[in-house]
């Protein structure tokens, strides 16, 4: 099978060829895995050996992250999850989770989670692209990793409509 990539922000009006529905976004999935016990950094793709980090496209909105968390150790681990601007690299590391248990294994977390950040279902940069970042929490784990995926789309710039 061939692998195309693009470079388009994902819309369609579900085979309404009148031009008049709403233009649904399309939603995407990013994989991503961090230590359990990290005091701060990257999210990577996949994999301790997978040096690749996480980047999100300018205006993304992340809508739920499915995590397995496999902390290990510690009272009541907890981790954080946030982001860090391309270009400023500004840190927001607590903006998507805030003190998450880090051994709970299989969760889905969102914006009506306890410890949702205040950029969860929001644009996270309206200008740059984002690196998705990890860390323990309070609490750490003394061993482990978190891992799992972010939902998200890219904001649609013409709000549903066609254009002409």
Do not use: H
């Not at 482990?144 to 890219?154: A, C, F, K, R």
């Amino acid at each position: 099978m061939a692998l195309s990539t693009t470079q388009s922000i994902w819309r369609s009006g579900g085979g309404d060829n009148t031009r008049t529905a709403y233009c649904g976004t399309g939603v995407m999935v990013a994989e991503f895995y961090f230590l359990a016990t990290q005091a701060s950094g990257n999210a990577k793709v996949s994999s301790a050996a997978n040096a690749a980090n996480v980047i999100l496209p300018a205006n993304a909105v992340i809508l739920q992250i499915n995590v397995n968390a496999a902390g290990t150790g510690g009272t009541t681990p907890t981790f954080d999850m946030g982001f860090t601007l391309y270009t400023t690299g500004t840190a927001s590391p607590q903006a998507l989770l805030n003190e998450s248990d880090a051994d709970a294994g299989k969760q889905v977390l969102d914006w009506a989670s306890a410890t949702a950040g205040t950029s969860l279902n929001a644009v996270m940069s309206a200008t740059e692209l984002v690196y998705i970042t990890g860390r323990a929490g309070a609490s750490a784990a003394t061993g482990g990793n978190i891992s799992g995926e972010i939902i998200y789309y890219v904001t649609d710039p013409l709000l549903g409509q066609q254009n002409d």
